[in-house]
């Protein structure tokens, strides 16, 4: 099944905390994984993408932790900032294909207070 | 670098009419661009996948007569909604294929009145 699961779906967290968005998939065809962060109105922007063959990628104060085993992955904002309250969405695709259509996950509405 | 454009931003239009709209790899090529649709508060939909020189592949559900899919060269694909009905006000959204990565337009805002 062509399924990205995300949780939650929608996440409060305080300015300076860790932020935390969980995702969940089926097909272990899937080897390609990034994040997206969209803001009301306008397109997702890429923000990070990891493959299978790590277990983790850090950018800057953004990480995904990718579980193989557990067909499980999650993005990480460290000391989140107000600026990061947004909509992220997790996605999968499979790259061998030629096409490589994006599965998305459901959507988490992150909300940041001061 | 990977730079994505949508014209236009948003656009008004009677029923029944048509609306085209453009998908813009600035600052590079693409030769596969994906076009979506969202609904507020939800996900991503992929409507069809489009490809420079061949037919556009659509996905289950989505009428290809209605919305037709036009990838012109390697940095410009456009969707035109044709006999636009209100139910087909939504949130428009391409995405360009560089290497595995999507890189998304800004968004297209279609209200049909």
């Known amino acids: 099944q062509q399924q990205v699961k995300q949780s939650p779906q929608s996440l409060i967290v305080q300015k300076g905390g860790i932020s935390i968005i969980n995702c969940a998939y089926e097909n272990t065809a899937f080897d390609y994984f990034p994040w997206y962060q969209q803001f009301p109105g306008k397109g997702p922007a890429l923000l990070i993408a990891?493959?299978?063959?790590?277990s983790e990628k850090k950018e800057g104060r953004f990480t995904i932790s990718f579980n193989k085993s557990a067909k499980q992955f999650s993005l990480h904002i460290m000391d989140s900032q107000p600026g990061d309250s947004a909509t992220y969405f997790c996605a999968a695709s499979i790259t061998n294909f030629g096409n490589e259509k994006l599965t998305f996950g459901t959507g988490t509405r992150l909300t940041i207070i001061p | 670098g990977a730079v994505v454009s949508q014209h236009p931003s948003w656009v008004i239009c009677k029923s029944g009419t048509s609306v085209k709209i453009e998908c813009r790899s600035l600052d590079f090529q693409a030769t596969t661009m994906f076009w979506y649709r969202q609904f507020p508060k939800q996900s991503l939909m992929l409507m069809a996948t489009s490809n420079e020189g061949s037919k556009a592949t659509y996905e289950q559900g989505v009428e290809k007569d209605k919305f037709l899919i036009n990838h012109a060269s390697l940095t410009l694909s456009t969707l035109t909604v044709t006999s636009a009905h209100p139910e087909d006000s939504s949130f428009y959204i391409c995405?360009?294929?560089?290497?595995?990565?999507?890189?998304f337009g800004p968004g297209t805002r279609l209200t049909v009145t």
């Open positions: 990891i493959r299978p063959d790590v």
């Open positions: 995405s360009a294929k560089r290497g595995y990565e999507q890189y």
